[in-house]
DNA sequence: CGGTTTTGACCGGCGC
DNA sequence: GCGCCGGTCAAAACCG
């Protein structure tokens, strides 16, 4: 089995509980096939997006509307998706908007107890226990078992590895990934109290595809306040939360599923991306779906796009039929 | 000079 | 218990 440096990665479906661990990432990739492959499926609830990033690079690296449509998340099985989001959508939204910093649900406290137990304690006292190696050590974790925050990855299609996704970003490691000649680097959500984590990895079957996987919920909304997209200012508006994307390709999410505010941005922001290249592939076509991409309840549930007809329609000239299942 | 990146070492989990 | 491996630390280097 190739890519078994990905055997831990995990991805939590933002509106459930339950992990989809992905045991192999070649299976991940299939299993991954494109946006569009989810806009046939109702089973899914959430929007795949091509985090792709045309923002970062020259003209002559752009212009490749297909590869642009192959990026997708990584996303957990409809079954389980379908098992838990309708039962407990708003614990499940609190589990990603609220900070792991301030649990307040015993949802959240189990569900962000790495954090918890990880992040915080690592550099206060234990002066007694440090004495004997030469780096302090992380406190010693009670019978509990580890648990991750909630994951999620992108595959995407880019030239550069670390893609622009509107926060800032430090690299705090790098390691070299088994049976990959790729490296994989770790970053952290630069903003203090903000305990966000992302690795980005180089798939060694796709060189050109980098898997970017997010842990954690920023606490804050992206500090770059002014993108060159030009469709609503997201990032600059005191409401972001409730500005969000689900995918302007109307992507089936389902009415009763709540989905982070925080998560929807990060979507939004890498689908924003998408929109950018696909304007430039289909010109007025792309200003249409610009215009219409965010329709959305004021309690942040993310409506049925109604761009979904005329989408499938545009996306039917770049998209192979067989992709483009119906509902 | 402050923030970021690099990089070797270390730690903990896990499988055998 | 041991070794492997993913993840993290932290000092040094780098950079604007």
Same mark, same amino acid.
């Given at each position: 089995?190739?890519?078994?440096?990905?055997?831990?990665?995990?991805?939590?479906?933002?509106?459930? %509980?339950?992990?989809?661990?992905?045991?192999?990432?070649?299976?991940?990739?299939?299993?991954?096939?494109?946006?569009?492959?989810?806009?046939?499926?109702? *089973? *899914?609830?959430?929007?795949?997006?091509?985090?792709?990033?045309?923002?970062?690079?020259?003209? /002559?690296?752009?212009? +490749?509307?297909?590869?642009?449509?192959?990026?997708?998340?990584?996303?957990?099985?409809? @079954?389980?998706?379908?098992?838990?989001?309708?039962?407990?959508?708003?614990?499940?939204? $609190?589990?990603?908007?609220?900070?792991?910093?301030?649990?307040?649900?015993? @949802?959240?406290?189990?569900?962000?107890?790495?954090?918890?137990?990880?992040?915080?304690?690592?550099?206060?006292?234990?002066?007694?226990?440090?004495? $004997?190696?030469?780096?302090?050590?992380?406190?010693?974790?009670?019978? /509990?078992?580890?648990?991750?925050?909630?994951?999620?990855?992108?595959?995407?299609?880019?030239?550069?590895?670390?893609?622009?996704?509107?926060?800032?970003?430090?690299?705090?490691? %790098?390691?070299?990934?088994?049976?990959?000649?790729?490296?994989?680097?770790?970053?952290?959500?630069?903003?203090?109290?903000?305990?966000?984590?992302?690795?980005?990895?180089?798939?060694?079957?796709?060189?050109?595809?980098?898997?970017?996987?997010?842990?954690?919920? $920023?606490?804050?909304?992206?500090?770059?306040?002014?993108?060159?997209?030009?469709?609503?200012?997201?990032?600059?508006?005191?409401?972001?939360?409730?500005?969000?994307?689900?995918?302007?390709?109307?992507?089936?999410?389902?009415?009763?599923?709540?989905?982070?505010? /925080?998560?929807? /941005?990060?979507?939004?922001?890498? $689908? +924003? %991306?998408?929109?950018?290249?696909?304007?430039?592939?289909?010109?007025?076509?792309?200003?249409?779906?610009?215009?219409?991409?965010?329709?959305?309840?004021?309690?942040?549930?993310?409506?049925?796009?109604?761009?979904?007809?005329?989408?499938?329609?545009?996306?039917?000239?770049?998209?192979?039929?067989?992709?483009?299942?119906?509902?």
């Amino acid at each position: 089995m190739e890519f078994t440096d990905f055997s831990k990665t995990s991805f939590y479906y933002p509106s459930s %509980q339950s992990v989809w661990d992905l045991g192999d990432l070649a299976a991940a990739e299939r299993n991954s096939l494109g946006f569009m492959e989810l806009l046939g499926s109702q *089973h *899914h609830d959430f929007a795949t997006v091509s985090p792709h990033s045309s923002l970062l690079e020259t003209p /002559q690296q752009q212009r +490749q509307p297909s590869a642009k449509l192959s990026s997708s998340i990584l996303q957990a099985p409809p @079954s389980e998706q379908l098992v838990t989001s309708k039962v407990e959508p708003l614990c499940s939204d $609190h589990l990603l908007a609220n900070p792991p910093a301030t649990p307040n649900s015993s @949802s959240i406290s189990s569900a962000s107890s790495e954090a918890l137990n990880e992040e915080k304690p690592k550099r206060e006292g234990n002066e007694e226990e440090k004495s $004997h190696t030469k780096k302090q050590l992380k406190p010693k974790k009670n019978n /509990q078992k580890r648990q991750r925050e909630a994951r999620v990855a992108f595959m995407t299609k880019s030239e550069v590895d670390h893609l622009e996704d509107g926060y800032r970003w430090r690299k705090y490691g %790098q390691k070299a990934v088994k049976n990959s000649p790729f490296p994989r680097s770790y970053y952290r959500c630069t903003t203090a109290s903000c305990n966000v984590k992302k690795r980005v990895e180089r798939s060694f079957r796709d060189p050109s595809t980098v898997v970017t996987t997010y842990e954690g919920q $920023h606490t804050h909304i992206s500090p770059l306040t002014s993108r060159p997209i030009s469709n609503g200012g997201f990032f600059g508006s005191s409401g972001a939360a409730s500005n969000l994307g689900n995918g302007c390709f109307g992507f089936p999410i389902d009415g009763s599923t709540l989905i982070s505010p /925080q998560f929807q /941005q990060l979507v939004h922001y890498h $689908h +924003q %991306q998408q929109q950018q290249e696909l304007m430039s592939c289909f010109g007025g076509v792309g200003e249409y779906l610009n215009s219409h991409a965010n329709e959305y309840d004021d309690d942040n549930r993310v409506k049925k796009s109604r761009v979904l007809v005329k989408d499938n329609g545009l996306l039917q000239d770049v998209v192979p039929s067989h992709m483009l299942k119906d509902e």
